[in-house]
T-cell receptor, first 110, second 113 residues
Framework: AQRVTQPEKLLSVFKGAPVELKCNYS??????LFWYVQYSRQRLQLLLR??SRESIKGFTADLNKGETSFHLKKPFAQEEDSAMYYC????????????FGTGTRLTIIP | DSGVTQTPKHLITATGQRVTLRCSPR?????VYWYQQSLDQGLQFLIQ???????AKGNILERFSAQQFPDLHSELNLSSLELGDSALYFC????????????FGPGTRLTVL
């Protein structure tokens, strides 16, 4: 069964410091991985997908199949990055649901 | 604004009661997903419908049921409510079955007293 693990429930980082939100997954096939973000009083929204290999709001995430990880990184944290971050996995081919991790609440300390 | 709407915003009820949460997907989206977000368990997938048919089931209790209507709106029915059912219930929609890009609604906060 597929599983997504976010080991840190809470993470506090000083403004300007690097951020890394950890995500590990277990899935035997070829997964699609995502990061979703929920800012205060806003709805959950897609931040980025590993397939796109994009950088959104300064965040990047690289899929490491050897380590089964998809950590979210940003070199210099900004106060507006404070939010709840969820890592999610979608099996490729045939499964229509996302499996979410339990989330990490990121707080940027001014 | 993602276009997914959910009603009501807040719901307070007592144990043993039954409630119905409603979701309207974005225009053109055929898939609807329900999630439960609680403090200790994070975001958990409950169930998915596509064009009126159930497509995938997650950690949905037998006391919970859902359906998607011909106009594509969906309802999540929660019965015999327990204190532990208090949570934020999200609906999401996507245009197809893949669920790759899901757009979330604002959620319904259910409090069971």
């Amino acid at each position: 069964a597929q599983r997504v693990t976010q080991p840190e429930k809470l993470l506090s980082v000083f403004k300007g410091a690097p951020v890394e939100l950890k995500c590990n997954y277990s899935y035997s096939g070829s997964p699609e991985l995502f990061w979703y973000v929920q800012y205060s009083r806003q709805r959950l929204q897609l931040l980025l997908r590993h397939i796109s290999r994009e950088s959104i709001k300064g965040f990047t995430a690289d899929l490491n199949k050897g380590e089964t990880s998809f950590h979210l990184k940003k070199p210099f944290a900004q106060e507006e990055d404070s939010a709840m971050y969820y890592c999610a996995l979608n099996q490729s081919f045939g499964n229509e649901k996302l499996t979410f991790g339990t989330g990490t609440r990121l707080t940027i300390i001014p | 604004d993602s276009g997914v709407t959910q009603t009501p915003k807040h719901l307070i009820t007592a144990t043993g009661q039954r409630v119905t949460l409603r979701c309207s997907p974005r225009s053109g989206d055929l898939s609807v997903y329900w999630y439960q977000q609680s403090l200790d368990q994070g975001l958990q997938f409950l169930i998915q419908y596509y064009n009126g048919e159930e497509r995938a089931k997650g950690n949905i209790l037998e006391r919970f049921s859902a359906q998607q209507f011909p106009d594509l709106h969906s309802e999540l029915n929660l019965s015999s409510l327990e204190l532990g059912d208090s949570a934020l219930y999200f609906c999401a929609s996507s245009v197809d079955l893949s669920g790759i890009r899901q757009f979330f609604g604002p959620g319904t906060r259910l409090t069971v007293l």
